[in-house]
């Protein structure tokens, strides 16, 4: 590309235009007819107009104003430059207005895909305190399983995503947001729940239980435990949902694992009762996810801050 004076630098036009404060000034001169008043009206002491109107004068390669005792006059150069002036600063207004326009609507929504026991157990409160902070923002919530919501958050189809997996999926950052400890339980009639000892990580992994399906984070940080014991675990249903699965056990059909969070209503209702069992580590690490590199921001951003001071930490 070349002009006038010979080839142009591409991509150079931050270093050859001069920036918006100093055609904001510019214009204020052609409008008050004086250098002081423009400073006072833009906000500037009246040594930093000058030296800003000397350095545009210099960029532009051109006297722009002429001064003297009555005031300050446009050049006939100056008054070309001005009228440029105008326009880029309506064309940088409109840029202003677009962009506040897109963080209206990217404020005004949140969609958020959680796994199953966030969805159901931490995010109803989580969700009414970021009601009461912006009442104006409309939530959709996606529940599945931790594989899912992280499909989901990598694909840009969630703002925030939560799981309860062992580790954070390839291509997203994190932020613990609280702790959470998986049960054995069974119905109160079950030969386990009269167990006097921890019952053996190795007979665990031999009965069949119900459990959650393959992706859960349930799954993965059980199957995970069971590894040394000869797992993973075997299936004698297995279930799409925490309440499902919660169900099936209160009923009598076998063993489950499920979330603290999850049963602990039956549990103190004596529906179900909790079975200790011995050298297996069955905590785990909830966590809030979202695209690597792009920090959450607007009401993700206040809905991470909720849940960073409100999830239950054990």
């Known amino acids: 590309m070349t002009g006038s004076d010979g080839p142009v630098e591409r991509g150079a036009l931050a270093r050859r235009v001069p920036d918006l404060g100093a055609m904001e000034l510019l ?31 210099r960029q532009v390669g051109v006297g722009l104003v002429r001064r003297s005792a009555g005031g300050s006059r446009l050049t006939e150069q100056g008054a070309v430059v001005t009228e440029w002036a105008r326009r880029v600063l309506e064309a940088a207004e409109d840029f202003d207005a677009g ?15 959680a796994s199953l026991t966030v969805a159901e157990y931490l995010l109803p409160g989580w969700l009414t305190a970021l009601h009461v902070r912006h009442p104006g923002t409309a939530v959709s919530l996606a529940a599945g399983n ?18 309860e997996g062992l580790d954070v999926p390839s291509g997203l950052d994190s932020a613990v947001v609280g702790h959470d400890r998986l049960l054995v339980v069974v119905a109160p009639d079950h030969r386990w729940a009269a167990r006097r000892r921890p019952l053996p990580a190795a007979e665990l992994a031999a009965t069949p239980l119900l459990l959650r399906e393959e992706g859960s984070g349930t799954r993965q940080v059980l199957d995970a435990a069971l590894a040394g014991h000869g797992g993973p675990a075997a299936a004698l249903l297995e279930l799409a949902s925490t309440t499902a699965v919660k169900s099936a056990a209160v009923g009598g059909a076998g063993p489950a694992v499920l979330s603290e969070l999850a049963v602990a209503d039956e549990l103190a209702a004596h529906r179900l009762a909790a079975v200790p069992v011995a050298g297996l580590d069955l905590r785990r690490a909830l966590r809030a996810v979202w695209p690597a590199g792009h920090r959450p921001a607007g009401p993700a951003r206040d809905l991470l801050s909720l849940t960073r001071r409100a999830a239950p930490r054990r």
Do not use: N
């Open 27 to 57: 214009v204020a001169v052609a409008r008050l007819g004086s250098l002081g008043r423009a400073a006072r009206e833009l906000g500037i002491s009246q040594p930093a107009a000058s030296s800003r109107m000397r350095a545009l004068e």
């Open 99 to 113: 962009a506040r326009a897109l963080r209206g609507r990217r404020d005004s929504r949140l969609r958020v895909a």
């Open 146 to 163: 931790s594989v899912a919501v992280a499909r989901q958050v990598t694909a840009g189809d969630a703002d925030l995503g939560f799981v």
